[in-house]
T-cell receptor, first 113, second 114 residues
Framework: GESVGLHLPTLSVQEGDNSIINCAYSNSASDYFIWYKQESGKGPQFIID?????DKRQGQRVTVLLNKTVKHLSLQIAATQPGDSAVYFC????????????FGKGTRLSVIA | GAVVSQHPSRVICKSGTSVKIECRSL??????MFWYRQFPKQSLMLMATSNEGSKATYEQGVEKDKFLINHASLTLSTLTVTSAHPEDSSFYIC??????????FGSGTRLTVV
């Protein structure tokens, strides 16, 4: 199952610092994971993904780490900027292929200028 | 990535009326479409899955007679909220499966029932 329906936890970070957002996923069989960013009033925007055969993947200013042993996913944002303020969701694909994503509860990131 | 068009982006309707939301895949064919709902300050919850050529499948607790889903073609899926009530006010968003290539969402529809 997924952890949904709860109020969002908040992470406050000083501008320029690094942010780490964590996510615990539920299904050990999940083989594909995505981080999304959602700004107020908008749909989720793809940030970065990772497959289960990897434990780290880097993008522009973002890094995703996957620990399958403890079913944990994290998103690291380097040099956090005010424009990074948003809600971040992790999502897992419980089965390869044509199946819906299961979303984590989300974390609100607030960047303090 | 895949291009998905969803409209309307925002709709306000009176209680008891019906609202249709369309989701189109513009550059690929989707035999399946996932419909999610998001209440304020909450995560995205899967409501149902539309399937081209067959009946939609609904998640537990979602009323199939209230949320009518039709997958008319390989590029169009629609969600109709029938006899809408204020508690149906939410953000509705579609997601076609892209087999591990990012899963691009539609832009979402903010429904407000007054």
């Amino acid at each position: 199952g997924e952890s949904v329906g709860l109020h969002l936890p908040t992470l406050s970070v000083q501008e320029g610092d690094n942010s780490i957002i964590n996510c615990a996923y539920s299904n050990s069989a999940s083989d594909y994971f995505i981080w999304y960013k959602q700004e107020s009033g908008k749909g989720p925007q793809f940030i970065i993904d990772i497959r289960s055969n990897m434990d780290k993947r880097q993008g522009q200013r973002v890094t995703v780490l996957l620990n399958k042993t403890v079913k944990h996913l994290s998103l690291q944002i380097a040099a956090t900027q005010p424009g990074d303020s948003a809600v971040y969701f992790c999502a897992e694909n419980p089965n390869s292929g044509n199946t819906p994503l299961v979303f984590g509860k989300g974390t609100r990131l607030s960047v303090i200028a | 990535g895949a291009v998905v068009s969803q409209h309307p982006s925002r709709v306000i309707c009176k209680s008891g009326t019906s609202v249709k939301i369309e989701c189109r895949s513009l550059d690929f064919q989707a035999t399946t479409m996932f419909w999610y709902r998001q209440f304020p300050k909450q995560s995205l919850m899967l409501m149902a899955t539309s399937n081209e050529g067959s009946k939609a499948t609904y998640e537990q607790g979602v009323e199939k007679d209230k949320f009518l889903i039709n997958h008319a073609s390989l590029t169009l899926s629609t969600l109709t909220v029938t006899s809408a009530h204020p508690e149906d006010s939410s953000f509705y968003i579609c997601l076609p499966p892209q087999l591990g290539n990012g899963y691009t969402f539609g832009s979402g529809t903010r429904l407000t029932v007054v």
